[in-house]
């Protein structure tokens, strides 16, 4: 037999999904088996798999040692603890996320990732153990490309990423992207509107001016910075998130990202130092339209000071 106490992280989830995370050997067929035959109970009675967990519950298991899963060392241990921090709370986690790391683990690397640093991060400050959490663990709440770096959300409880995850579904969240392309865009400022579709086997972006079946309307919003003519420092502020968005923008007005390979020519940039896409999220704000949790956040400009392509406007290296 074993038993799960109902924590703050792990209330408000149905029954099933909480078992899935909590007991991951036990297969869903026997789950199901096993609340029917009354061998999982909650509060000592049987539950249906949508019954929403409080805080305090106890859902005992009367199953066997063989679907609790002996406890290795975590994997995120064998990832550096060292993150970048914006910023941070009881509740949150603004982290600079460096060009070339992946955020999460994908079939190539399976541990040195953001969120393994993150996770080592906190469990060396003590705020994340995971044999204390059935269920829950820090989580990104956004993702940005391996090759574009830049400030990434990190819920530290469960209330939280709730909220995050709404906050940005509900377009509550302006992000502000910085980047450096080669032209100077006409006019100087203004919101463009195209049609977005993916191409999947070539991973890329195909822009169109005019609406097709399987395409998506795109709107990228910017704002010229600075610039010598040949090159720009803009600000970009996405009102759609489509696929490689800003870099098949922008590359689509005549104006592609230093650096970028995929939606332009980088031989010149890149012998000078630029090995990637000169494109950062360096700025977030939010704006929770309702009174929550995290509501102290409203109205605050979060920002990444130090953007290596951007020191001092223009990199000399390019006006050289």
Not at 72 to 91: H, I, M, T, W
Not at 111 to 135: F, M
Request: glycine share 6%; net charge positive.
């Amino acid at each position: 037999m074993r038993e799960f106490v109902i924590n703050e992280n792990d209330a408000g989830q149905r029954l099933d999904k909480f078992l899935q995370k909590a007991v991951r050997a036990l297969p869903k067929s026997l789950m199901y088996k096993y609340l029917r035959l009354k061998r999982i109970k909650v509060n000592g009675k049987r539950s249906e798999i949508s019954t929403r967990l409080q805080p305090g519950d106890r859902v005992t298991l009367y199953i066997g040692d063989e679907f609790f899963e002996a406890q290795e060392r975590p994997a995120f241990l064998q990832a550096s603890g060292q993150v970048k921090v914006v910023y941070e709370d009881e509740n949150i986690l603004l982290c600079d996320k460096p060009q070339g790391l992946i955020v999460h683990e994908d079939e190539g690397e399976t541990v040195d990732t953001l969120i393994n640093r993150v996770q080592h991060y906190l469990y060396d400050k003590g705020e994340y153990d995971p044999d204390a959490e059935a269920s829950f663990a820090p989580a990104l709440c956004n993702r940005i490309d391996r090759n574009t770096g830049g400030i990434v959300i990190v819920a530290k409880n469960a209330p939280a990423l709730r909220l995050l995850n709404d906050c940005i579904k509900n377009r509550e969240l302006h992000k502000y992207y910085l980047c450096l392309v080669k032209g100077c865009p006409r006019p100087r400022e203004a919101t463009l509107t195209h049609y977005h579709m993916k191409d999947e086997k070539e991973n890329r972006a195909v822009i169109f001016d005019k609406p097709r079946p399987g395409a998506r309307t795109m709107i990228t919003r910017y704002r010229v910075l600075t610039t010598n003519g040949k090159y720009s420092l803009v600000e970009v502020d996405l009102k759609t998130g489509r696929t490689h968005q800003i870099r098949a923008h922008m590359a689509y007005i005549g104006c592609p990202l230093v650096g970028d390979g995929k939606y332009g020519k980088n031989q010149k940039e890149k012998a000078l130092g630029f090995d990637c896409q000169a494109l950062y999220s360096y700025k977030l704000v939010f704006d929770f339209r309702e009174e929550c949790l995290l509501s102290y956040l409203n109205g605050r400009v979060f920002q990444v000071e130090d953007v290596w392509f951007a020191r001092d406007g223009i990199p000399a290296a390019l006006t050289e």
